[in-house]
């Protein structure tokens, strides 16, 4: 029966790592990854592949480790993936290609996540660290805007089918939402940074503090002699509750206190010049893979009471089981059927309660998941110090608003076809700048999908 | 990097920096503003471009010293460079021809009003100019913005200058003597605009003012510098930084922007520990 079961992974004691933002996992060791790896049933054809938005050639890849051949291993996971080490820590595996594994129908599934992980960190360990770039380096010059997972996909992608790429970014350091928005007890900076290295390696150039849309528009860029460009601009406009109190002093947007932390260091002040708020009683509102994050944050920082607040049951909490679980050893609170109403806020304008009403569950709505209605009659205060609004955001509004002639939604998601290509000839886009809200995995799907397609472009010249 | 290559001191704690940087400086306009930060600690601090120098590819940053990264960055010296700088960031002003522009300044914000009367006055308008700060010193670019006005007042809280009292004080002088205001222009403190915005409101002339939140992006994806104007919830970096002053919610900012003020005073404590210390231990070298 033990065969039913997955290889444990090591893990930091949930009392431990709430001090420090250490990664929580800490990898399968070899002897570890060859006994999970010999799990897998080597199916022909593997359901687990039609999972992969990647398209990841996965029982080849396990079917490497067990025979104790990582690099076998780590370069049949480059071939589909620039990214495995990060992937391997933040890819959803749980509902792609480990839900599609024939193990899971009488057990666990194999864990194909961690064993990309220890792939990607075994190469980080061993000499032969980076891929080399093509030799057969084209004149072609191509330009991604944004280097989040869509657009350093792209950009190693293209680097790899010989153009010469160059990123722009606009924030000091490259990784997009890797960088700001996932924190480092998920995904360790010096590993994001490790990975964008590898990426470097390849040829690909990375600009940063350069604001596309203003300081080159697109015509610019082109004009240049970029013959093709990806826009991978992520989020912007975090969505707020539209509810009284809302912009009292102690409420954040989830990008905000993220960034404020995994991209400013504001866990480290004064030590690092930028501030967070070291709340006491915390509530993060929305409960997917954000808001837990959010919330684990908020932990990390010392806060007593941490509690998520969503509007439905524990069953339609979109974060990762993953998350959840981690969460709840950390002592995050789940308050389920809640929704915010208002915020009070003290004489000097600081947040200290909210006022919210309980729910119950009626009907499916649109979105399949059935649709909270408020209690009449159940309204109650909540009291906190720091509230992190955490129910998703818009596309990022710089780059098309300075691009007339880009089509958008009327949300601002720039429209593209099936190939991810826009309505001007040479540009394309993916990730969270085009309509549906993907995940990591599926902005670097958007990011390979568009460097096939530039290729394609290219080539018809 | 960005190379600091002129270094000015306009007041005791007021500093002007060129700093080379051809990509912002030829697509800058009136209004906008950059983000800085000094080093690999540092936070990023927004900054109003003063102006642009496309052909020598030079911008202008004027700042006061108010918490430990604008102290810090006053003592950065020619040659030395800005590890990051983003821009042009925010909306430029927009140019229209208004007819009697008043533009009111109050301390600091006397500098972005500088570029944005300039741009006015182009566009035909007839500048007419307050200019208010605590104490005399702290008037700046007093001949700029009277080399572009028909008409200059000028207050300070002390009476060292100009007149005793605050901008508002010659705000009603002017409404009481009838004079013509097609549009004013009002940037300074929240309490300054603030109260030149009650007063314009009352009088119902549309005012237009420019604020300077606390970001951390810049580029319209954290929302740390949001403010409500009328029903909705504005971005200041993206839809700013401009918004008519009669429907921000000053209070409300008022709040918002102190709401990492310890956290401010142990930095600058820190810093001038450090300082302090660093004195110290060049004195016992025997340097000035």
């Not at chain 1, 809640?338 to 499916?364: A, S, Y």
């Not at chain 1, 076809?417 to 995995?441: L, Q, S, Y």
């Not at chain 2, 009669?246 to 709040?255: I, K, M, P, S």
Request: charged share 30%; net charge positive.
């Amino acid at each position: 029966m033990r065969k039913n079961l997955r290889v444990r992974m090591p893990r930091q004691r949930p009392e431990e790592r709430i001090k420090n933002f250490a990664e929580v996992a800490l990898g399968y060791s070899a002897e570890e990854a060859k006994e999970e790896a010999s799990r897998c049933l080597g199916c022909s054809p593997a359901p687990c592949k039609e999972g992969c938005p990647v398209g990841i050639d996965i029982p080849g890849f396990v079917l490497h480790i067990k025979e104790g051949r990582f690099d076998s291993a780590l370069n049949l996971l480059w071939e589909k993936n620039n990214l495995p080490a990060i992937c391997g820590r933040v890819c959803p595996q749980e509902t792609r290609c480990e839900t599609l594994c024939i193990l899971g129908k009488k057990g666990e599934p194999v864990a194909i996540g961690r064993l990309e992980r220890f792939v990607a960190d075994w190469g980080r360990s061993q000499d032969f660290k980076f891929r080399t770039p093509n030799p057969e380096l084209r004149t072609m010059k191509v330009t991604v805007v944004g280097s989040g997972p869509a657009g350093l996909t792209a950009a190693a992608d293209l680097a790899n089918l010989g153009y010469r790429v160059t990123i722009f970014e606009s924030l000091h350091l490259p990784g997009g939402v890797l960088r700001y928005g996932i924190p480092g007890f998920r995904l360790s900076k010096r590993i994001l940074d490790f990975e964008i290295e590898g990426i470097k390696r390849l040829g690909v150039e990375i600009r940063t503090n350069m604001l596309i849309g203003k300081v080159f528009t697109l015509e610019d860029l082109f004009e240049q002699g970029y013959k093709a460009i990806f826009i991978g601009t992520g989020a912007g406009l975090p969505r707020f509750l539209s509810i009284p109190g809302e912009n009292l002093a102690g409420i954040y947007s989830a990008n905000e206190f993220l960034t404020r932390v995994n991209l400013m260091e504001a866990h480290r002040f004064p030590e690092y010049d930028t501030p967070v708020r070291r709340g006491k009683k915390v509530t993060v509102i929305g409960a997917g893979n954000v808001a837990f994050d959010a919330a684990r944050v908020a932990r990390r920082l010392g806060a007593e009471e941490v509690t998520i607040t969503y509007r439905r049951s524990e069953q339609e909490m979109p974060a990762r089981r993953e998350e959840i679980e981690h969460a709840k050893e950390e002592g995050v609170k789940i308050k389920l059927l809640t929704l915010p109403i208002r915020f009070l806020g003290d004489e000097r304008g600081w947040v200290k309660g909210m006022e919210c009403t309980r729910m119950r569950l009626g009907k499916p709505d649109e979105s399949g998941r059935r649709r909270p209605l408020p209690i009449e009659g159940s309204q109650f205060i909540m009291e906190v110090d720091t509230v992190v609004v955490a129910i998703g955001q818009g596309p990022n509004p710089l780059l098309p608003s300075y691009t007339p002639n880009l089509e958008t939604t009327s949300k601002g998601h720039i429209l593209v076809d099936k190939d991810g290509a826009t309505p001007i000839p040479g540009v394309f886009a993916g990730g969270d700048i085009i309509p549906g809200e993907p995940t990591v995995i599926d902005a670097m799907g958007h990011g390979k999908r568009a460097a096939r397609a530039i290729d394609r472009y290219l080539r018809q010249g | 990097m960005y190379r600091i290559v002129t270094k000015k001191r306009l007041a005791p704690e007021i500093t002007l920096f060129q700093i080379k940087a051809p990509l912002i400086a030829r697509k800058a306009l009136p209004g906008q503003f950059v983000i800085l930060r000094i080093d690999e600690q540092g936070e990023r601090i927004p900054l109003t471009i003063y102006e642009a120098d496309g052909a020598q590819g030079r911008i202008t940053i004027i700042f006061q010293e108010v918490g430990k990264t604008t102290k810090k960055l006053s003592t950065l010296k020619v040659g030395d460079s800005l590890p990051d700088l983003l821009g042009p960031l925010g909306k430029p002003t927009s140019i229209e021809k208004y007819g009697e522009v008043l533009a009111i300044g109050g301390g600091i914000g006397i500098i972005p009003l500088v570029p944005i009367a300039r741009a006015l006055k182009e566009a035909g308008n007839r500048i007419t100019t307050i200019l208010g700060a605590r104490t005399r010193d702290l008037i700046i670019l007093e001949k700029e913005m009277k080399d572009l006005s028909r008409e200059i007042y000028i207050t300070t809280d002390d009476g060292s200058y100009g007149e005793e009292g605050l901008v508002t004080d010659a705000l009603k002088e002017l409404i009481a003597q009838k004079k013509r205001m097609d549009q004013v222009l009002a940037i300074g403190p929240l309490i300054m605009m603030k109260k030149v915005c009650e007063i314009t409101k009352r009088e119902k002339i549309p005012t237009m003012v420019s604020l300077n939140t606390i970001m951390v992006d810049g580029t319209g994806m954290c929302g740390s510098c949001r403010v409500r104007v009328g029903e909705e919830n504005r971005f200041v970096c993206v839809h700013g930084p401009e918004f008519p002053g009669e429907l921000v919610d000053f209070d409300e900012l008022l709040a918002r922007e102190k709401r990492f003020e310890r956290e401010e005073r142990i930095a600058l404590e820190r810093y001038e520990e450090e300082l302090k210390g660093e004195n110290a231990q060049a004195e016992a070298r025997g340097e000035d």
